[in-house]
């Protein structure tokens, strides 16, 4: 299962992105979908998570700003970044579980990546 994030860029203090993700192969079901981020130099910090019924949970520093959402039918999540701030500042993953439809196995896949810079 492969991940592809889009959608990062350079906006200034109190702009708008919004990241996507979708998942592609060999898919019978997604369960879980999450954004995180990575500040260099620092550890990777959960950002949202989304259940494939849609409950949402988000870290507090992003609660009131960002929202997530996900296409169930085009097996993609995606990130709504609203009133941004330089502390934003982060290459953003996403990340997918759930089982294959070839075997039934389950899959834990992070997407590759996309930056995004907040300037003051």
């Known amino acids: 299962v492969q991940l592809q994030a889009s959608g990062g860029g350079l906006v200034q203090a109190g702009g708008s992105l919004r990241l996507s993700c979708a998942a592609s192969?060999?898919?019978?079901?997604?369960?879980?979908m999450a954004w995180y981020r990575q500040i260099p130099g620092k550890q990777r910090e959960l950002v949202a998570v989304?259940?494939?019924?849609?409950?949402?949970n988000y870290a507090d520093s992003v609660k009131g700003r960002f929202t997530t959402s996900r296409d169930n039918a085009k097996k993609t999540v995606y990130l709504q970044m609203n009133s941004l701030k330089p502390e934003d500042t982060a290459v953003y993953y996403c990340?997918?579980?759930?089982?294959?439809?070839?075997?039934?196995?389950?899959?834990?896949?992070w997407g590759q990546g996309t930056l995004v810079t907040v300037s003051s």
């Open positions: 990340k997918a579980d759930g089982w294959m439809a070839d075997n039934y196995d389950t899959f834990n896949s």
């Open positions: 192969g060999s898919i019978l079901s997604i369960n879980v």
């Open positions: 989304i259940s494939n019924g849609g409950s949402a």
